[in-house]
């Protein structure tokens, strides 16, 4: 009845480190920082997920251009992906950055591209195992708030959240939590 008494509101990233990249045509920032979510503390299988090292730490490919501020674009990738070659073709970044003038985040999701542990099938956040997949969702939930608020401490006023397949499904949790506008 009330999403927003589980999912707990996002705390501000301190410690965020940002690694310039090129992609053709495109220059970004990788964006690298501490998840900092955890599971609830009664969870049974809390600990389990917390195994995941990988999955600790985001990243996020951000496309910001200089000058006066723009409007933010969240892009939630689908599953099994999380990769800024595939991701920037999916969502059609060159034309939204540069055609429409936007700034863009595009988070990698939990066990997805390299938060995804060696050995684990690509997709894993989404499984028969019913744990993972609350795991999963609930932290992609948080990550993505932390990476809006953070555009907020950067000056954002206006964000949107752009989400394909499992990242549509996260918009629209984040949605629903967050003053955003869902495209």
């Not at 990788?30 to 969870?43: A, I, R, T, W």
């Not at 099994?80 to 936007?102: E, Q, R, Y």
């Not at 066990?111 to 499984?127: C, K, T």
């Not at 744990?131 to 950067?154: K, N, P, S």
């Amino acid at each position: 009845d009330n999403p927003a008494s589980y999912h707990r509101p996002p705390t501000a990233i301190d410690d965020m480190s940002v690694r310039q990249r090129r992609f053709p045509g495109l220059k970004f920032s990788h964006l690298e920082f501490d998840s900092g979510y955890e599971p609830h503390p009664d969870d049974p299988a809390g600990q389990r997920w917390m195994d995941y090292r990988e999955n600790r730490r985001v990243h996020a490919w951000m496309l910001r251009h200089e000058g006066p501020e723009r409007p933010w674009l969240v892009c939630p990738h689908g599953l099994g992906t999380g990769s800024p070659w595939i991701d920037f073709g999916a969502f059609g970044a060159s034309v939204l950055h540069h055609g429409f003038g936007l700034n863009l985040l595009f988070p990698v999701l939990p066990l997805h591209g390299p938060r995804r542990p060696p050995n684990s099938e690509r997709g894993a956040m989404i499984s028969f195992e019913l744990v993972e997949t609350l795991h999963g969702v609930t932290q992609a939930v948080w990550d993505v708030r932390r990476l809006i608020r953070w555009a907020r401490e950067q000056g954002a006023t206006r964000i949107g959240l752009y989400g394909k397949s499992m990242g549509a499904y996260t918009a629209a949790l984040v949605g629903g939590l967050e003053d955003v506008s869902l495209i």
